[in-house]
């Protein structure tokens, strides 16, 4: 890269971080997504009237196009749940708070008591005879660990416990699960999240409780006998039609060769769900709409995609996938924010070792706005289907401390994001699409 390159494409960035953190508009409209909307499960009213404010936005933000593309998601219902829990044998039952995770089934409204059984590890359960666990709640109390440096890695390692905990608990006729949540933060508050049976196996009520609860039951234990009286009526409810929507801005020269950028419009059902994934889809607005009243000519078509139902089911993603297939449509780059609206520190990135030399050469055009860390292999779970068919996919790494505190909980509002953050990680979304597109590195 030229020093007269490197100078015009500073510029470049100058004007486009300049223009959002002045300008930009990203975060009046994530207050409008949370506070008139508020949490948007796929299937639910709310995940509908998401995709008309999403679908009014594109266009207000100059879009050339705009459209839905159909989506046939999971329909799942959280209904009244309740958790009391008695610490000592001689103790009353004491309510705790609780969340049900995503796709579990509940106890159809009717009051599971049962005693509680403690593993810290699939291996401990599994050493355990169907004898041991039979007909009892067993509480897996693994902590997500804090001597990573970076929170995500701790997550991957976590995660687990939430997604297969009933796949390895239902081979041994257990009457539920209670998971320490998949949670950073020093606090009570439980975290949702998908979790998944076994084909075939029985269904069961699979509930998570948050960290203080969690050392209190795990004292328990340690003691003697605990117990659970457990009412829950989630469930699943077949599926529902619903809808990404796309809005592009038509390329000067490669107008059918696609770039993306995007965040997952639904939500759990608590929270509001701000930076899971509000910010993602809102920054991925604001990239299209700072190019529009900047009059930046992109040489590649550029979309913004809200995909729908990536938290239990990920059919936005693989329906967007699927299309662009069928249609034979060329996507160079597609680059995702779905990890909160904290300062932006970096973009992971899933490519050819050429292509990150080549890539490598514009790092420091992005350092004067705290944005270093381009060593990651990754991309967002939305794109993800598009790098199955070879596609170079990338996500926004925001600063990871926070997030796994208000990730899927009822603290996941509209109050916890910060305007400066989540505009900063809109300016480093659009930079990275700007010199993607003007230097073609991907073609």
Known sequence: MSSIGQHKDSIAFKNIATHILTQGKCYQDLRVLCKTIGHRLSGSAQASKAVEWAEQTLREAGCDTVWLQPVQVPVWRRGEEHLALKFSKEGDFIDVPMSSLGNSEGTGGRLLKAPIVMVRSFDEFEQLSKEAVEGKIIFFNYPFRQDFAHTFPGYGDAVKYRWQSPMIAGKKNVAGIIIRSIS???????????????????????VAIGNKTADKLEKACLKGNTEAILKSECRMQGTAMSFNVIGEITGSSKPKDFILVGGHLDSWDIGEGAHDDGAGCVQSIEVLRAYKQLGIRPKHSIRAVMFMNEENGLKGGLAYADSALARKEKHVFALESDAGGFSPRGIETTMSKKQREQF?????????????????????????????????????????????????????????????ELKLGAAAMAMLIYVVDQHELLD
């Open 184 to 206: 950073t933060g020093e606090d009570d508050y439980p975290h949702t999240g998908s979790t998944k049976y076994e084909d075939g196996s029985p269904r069961f009520p699979a």
């Open 360 to 420: 490598k050469k514009y790092i420091p055009l992005f350092l004067p706005y705290g944005v270093y860390n381009f060593d990651e292999e990754g991309g967002g779970a939305d794109v993800s289907p598009l790098k199955k068919q070879g596609v170079v996919v990338g996500e926004l790494l925001p600063d990871s401390q926070r997030y796994f505190d208000v990730h899927h909980t009822d603290n996941d509002v509209f109050e916890t994001v910060n305007h400066r």
